[in-house]
C-alpha cells in the first residue's frame, strides 16, 4: 500500500473535506481527488462518499483503521532509530474524564517518547464508534464488547449524584424527591447524554427526566450552570462545588469504564495504555 496516498486519505478523513485536505497537503484539490481515485482502483473499493463532511463507506472505515496502524508502525521504526519523528496517538474520551483524571494520565507517559495526543471528545456510549470508523486508535468508553480488531481494560467507575442548590430545591421540591424531579427543570450535557434520565427512571421506575432542559457540552460550564440555578444534573466528586446539595443521599449512578486500543504492537501505545491505566487505578472507583 502506498502510503503517500493512505496518509492522504487519512487527511481527507480529519478535515473533513477535499479542499481542506488540500490546504493540509499543500497540493491541489484535484490532487487530492485523483490520489483518492487511485487508492479507489487499487482498492476496487468506494472509500469515501463525496458529501461534505466526507462519510467513509464501510471499505473506506476498514482501510482508515488499517491505514492509520501502518503510519503509526512506520513513526514507531523511524522512532527506534533514532529520528525526530513525532507518533500520533489518537484516542476518544468522554468529556468528564477529561476534565478530571485523563490529562494527568497523559503527564505519565514519558515525554522521551515524542508522543502527539490527538484527543476527541465523545460521549462514553459512543467512543467505540470511533475505534469503528478508524477516526482513533484508542478510546475510554463504557463499552465492554471489544471492537473488532481491539483488546479491553477495565479501568473503574465514575460516580455520578444529583445536585442541585438549596435555591433550586427550595423553589421546586414538594414532597419526596421522586415526586418533583421529574418535572423539574435539568441541565443535560447533550443530547446523547442519558444519564439523568437513568437516575429519575431509579426512583419512579419508570418516567424519565423533564422536557424543560438545558444542553451545556461542556463538563466545567455543565457544573456551573447546576451552581446557577438553571436546573440540577448529575456530577461526578471530581466536580464537585460549594453549594450543591446531594438531592437524594445514598442514590448515585455508576458509569463503568473501559479502555479500547487496537490490537497493536506499538510502543507509543502501549505506554499511553499503561498511563491510563495507573491514573485510573488511583483516581476511579
Not at 427526566?209 to 451545556?216: E, I, N, Q
Request: glycine content about 6%; hydrophobic content about 45%.
Amino acid at each position: 500500500m502506498d502510503l503517500d496516498l493512505v496518509r492522504t486519505l487519512l487527511t481527507v478523513v480529519d478535515a473533513g473535506t477535499f479542499d481542506a485536505a488540500a490546504a493540509a497537503l499543500h497540493v491541489t484539490p484535484s490532487a487530492v481527488s485523483q490520489r483518492i481515485k487511485a487508492l479507489e482502483q487499487r482498492t476496487g473499493r468506494v472509500l469515501l462518499v463525496r458529501v461534505r463532511p466526507v462519510r467513509l463507506t464501510p471499505s473506506g472505515e476498514v482501510l482508515v483503521r488499517y491505514g492509520r496502524q501502518l503510519l503509526v508502525l512506520d513513526q514507531d521504526l523511524d522512532a527506534a532509530l533514532g529520528s525526530d519523528a513525532v507518533v500520533r496517538v489518537p484516542i476518544a474520551v468522554n468529556a468528564d474524564s477529561l476534565a478530571t483524571w485523563f490529562l494527568p494520565a497523559l503527564q505519565r507517559v514519558p515525554s522521551s517518547l515524542k508522543i502527539s495526543f490527538d484527543l476527541h471528545r465523545e460521549d462514553q456510549d459512543h467512543t467505540t464508534a470511533l475505534l469503528r470508523q478508524g477516526v482513533v486508535m484508542a478510546a475510554v468508553t463504557s463499552s465492554r464488547e471489544p471492537v473488532a480488531g481491539c483488546t479491553v481494560r477495565k479501568l473503574g467507575s465514575i460516580r455520578y449524584a444529583a445536585m442541585a442548590t438549596e435555591s433550586f430545591v427550595e423553589l421546586h421540591a414538594a414532597g419526596p424527591v421522586k415526586s418533583w424531579l421529574p418535572d423539574a427543570p435539568v441541565v443535560v450535557f447533550d443530547r446523547n447524554d442519558d444519564l439523568q434520565d437513568r437516575f429519575v427512571r431509579t426512583l419512579t421506575r419508570g418516567r424519565g427526566a423533564s422536557d424543560h432542559r438545558h444542553y451545556v457540552p461542556s463538563s466545567e460550564v455543565y457544573v456551573r450552570a447546576i451552581v446557577a440555578g438553571l436546573g440540577w444534573g448529575m456530577v461526578p466528586p471530581q466536580q464537585l462545588q460549594e453549594g450543591l446539595i446531594d438531592l437524594a443521599p445514598g442514590r448515585t449512578v455508576d458509569i463503568p469504564l473501559y479502555w479500547q486500543q487496537w490490537k497493536l504492537d506499538s510502543p507509543a501505545l502501549t505506554a499511553v495504555a499503561d498511563a491510563v491505566a495507573g491514573e485510573a487505578a488511583e483516581a476511579l472507583r
